[in-house]
């Protein structure tokens, strides 16, 4: 089972690769590091006073995401999920069954953490999503005023600081793992994506056959 690995800054398309993705992979597991956040009264205390905390990997739950993955790679019927309410600040768990078979195809882990994790990214598939800021932050904002209860000020001081964080954590990936580099809505960098991905399951079904 291969992972891929998504990550780009907030509102450049990651779910929106993610989604096309999953559709044309029939089967694939999907975890989003945007789900394993901490509702720790620490967290909801510094958040009052660092506008950024939830850009910062100490406000997700690293370890268990790690397990999850481990988990599946190690192919456990049952394996633990985490989902987050933003509005409520509240992280839940559940446990679902998989049945693992040749269908599935591939693991994504997506989301502003997905390459800060304690993982080997010689061993995945590095895709990093890139957009135009102006177009980031008019994504962000729909985004956070319908789904996370916040106002336009809040959006434009939580955006500046994310996108900042983004871009200084990101450099050590990129100077050390291959990546690919896609604007999800442009349909020649998508159309490249999706015919070396094709490639990779083939060759994984020629290997197993």
């Known amino acids: 089972?291969?992972?891929?690995?998504?990550?780009?800054?907030?509102g450049s398309g990651k779910t929106n690769l993610t989604n096309k993705l999953i559709k044309l992979f029939d089967n694939t597991i999907v975890i989003n590091t945007d789900s394993y956040y901490r509702d720790s009264i620490l967290i909801k205390f510094l958040?009052?006073?660092?506008?950024?905390?939830?850009?910062?990997?100490?406000?997700?739950?690293?370890?268990?995401?790690?397990?999850?993955?481990?988990?599946?790679?190690?192919?456990s019927g049952l394996i633990s999920l985490y989902s987050y309410?933003?509005?409520?600040?509240?992280?839940?768990?559940?446990?679902?069954k998989l049945v693992y078979n040749s269908e599935n195809q591939f693991v994504i882990l997506e989301g502003i953490f997905s390459h800060r994790l304690d993982i080997n990214y010689k061993d995945t598939i590095n895709i990093l999503c890139e957009e135009d800021k102006k177009i980031c932050f008019k994504r962000r904002l729909k985004r956070d005023q319908i789904e996370r209860g916040r106002n336009i000020n809040e959006v434009n001081r939580k955006f500046s600081k994310s996108w900042n964080l983004f871009h200084n954590n990101i450099k050590n990936?990129?100077?050390?793992?291959?990546?690919?580099?896609?604007?999800?809505?442009?349909?020649?960098?998508?159309?490249?994506?999706?015919?070396?991905?094709?490639?990779?399951f083939k060759n994984k079904k020629t290997k197993k056959n």
């Open 173 to 200: 990936y990129k100077e050390n793992n291959n990546l690919i580099t896609i604007n999800p809505v442009d349909k020649i960098s998508y159309d490249q994506l999706i015919f070396y991905l094709n490639n990779i």
């Open 85 to 96: 309410d933003f509005k409520r600040k509240k992280s839940l768990k559940t446990k679902i």
């Open 47 to 75: 958040s009052i006073f660092k506008y950024d905390i939830y850009d910062r990997t100490i406000s997700i739950k690293k370890k268990e995401i790690e397990n999850t993955l481990n988990s599946i790679y190690n192919q």
């Open 1 to 10: 089972m291969k992972t891929i690995i998504i990550t780009g800054p907030s």
